[in-house]
């Protein structure tokens, strides 16, 4: 099986030499190729993502150990809005490509998801056993641990537990096994929520277990099944959850104005745009 799925990915990545042909300007390092039309990324920002990515790169693989090894192609998109209304979100696509679009006027404003697309990219190979919840969550879990900046979505700058304890308080908090077992009714729809509220459980779970806990997770052939938490943490998701949201809210209450931060994060970042969704994922508006 293992065998099959790299001869797929080599046949991919062939396939989306050829794909590339559309871009104006190109950019290598050792690991990373980087294609692009955007005139904003040139110069100093080119650089500095070059800068990063093998930043990014070296982290990533010294903590997940197996990583797929082809040099990995990253397309910067331009602005998210495109012309006709609709909106472009980072992503690795089918053919382990790294979509990043600025949300943003400047080159910074591709920053902010470029280490959690790599964590994906790197585990492309894996993608047809993927948990998408623990994926998405591992992604964030060593976005944080290697960028520190929570410059872009979810966090805007904000702390990890104001952001994830604001749903808390606030009664939107959609429940981790919705977001778990509906990935993809509930992730897009419900982004704002899904990806700070489980972006922040592992983030907790890493810090009260172990960081080595998650990354040996990470490690099995069908990473992220109900089995593992109970393997690697001692306790069945649900019980986490419970314990997570209680030490959320006590960070959360720690923090000195935490609930006018929270207003200004609602009501003065790009996520007072967002849909925000019931508890069970549906969206309210």
């Known amino acids: 099986m293992r065998f099959a799925a790299v001869l797929l990915i080599v046949a991919c990545a062939t396939t989306a030499l050829a794909q590339e042909s559309g871009y104006k300007y190109f950019a290598e390092t050792e690991h990373l190729r980087f294609a692009w039309d955007d005139t904003v990324a040139s110069g100093e920002g080119i650089e500095v993502m070059k800068r990063d990515g093998e930043k990014y790169y070296a982290a990533i693989k010294k903590m997940l150990v197996e990583v797929d090894n082809k040099k990995i192609t990253v397309l910067l998109e331009g ?3 495109r012309p006709d209304g609709s909106w472009g979100y980072p992503r690795v696509d089918s053919f382990g490509r790294v979509h990043l679009y600025r949300f943003g006027p400047t080159w910074h404003d591709y920053q902010g ?4 697309e790599m964590v994906h990219a790197m585990r492309f190979w894996r993608m047809p056993h993927y948990d998408w919840f623990f994926e998405e969550g591992l992604a964030e879990f060593i976005s944080l641990r290697i960028d520190e900046s929570l ?3 979810p966090w805007y700058g904000y702390p990890v537990d104001l952001v994830a304890g604001q749903w ?3 009664n939107e ?6 977001v ?4 993809k009714r509930v992730n897009l729809p419900c982004k704002a929520q899904t990806y700070s509220l489980r972006s922040a459980f592992f983030d907790y779970l890493g810090r009260q277990y172990g960081d080595h806990a998650i990354l040996d997770m990470a490690r099995q052939d069908r990473a992220g099944l109900y089995e593992d938490y109970q393997k690697y943490l001692g306790n069945l998701v649900q019980p986490l959850a419970i314990e997570w949201r209680a030490a959320v809210m006590d960070s959360y209450a720690k923090i000195p104005n935490a609930d006018s931060l929270a207003t200004v994060y609602r009501t003065q970042t790009p996520i007072q745009y967002m849909p925000v969704c019931d508890l069970n994922g549906d969206v309210l508006r």
């Open 113 to 116: 998801a470029f280490a959690h």
């Open 180 to 183: 778990k077992e509906e990935h």
């Open 151 to 153: 410059r872009g979505f």
């Open 168 to 170: 808390i308080v606030r």
């Open 79 to 81: 602005p998210a809005e």
């Open 173 to 178: 908090a959609i429940l981790l096994k919705v």
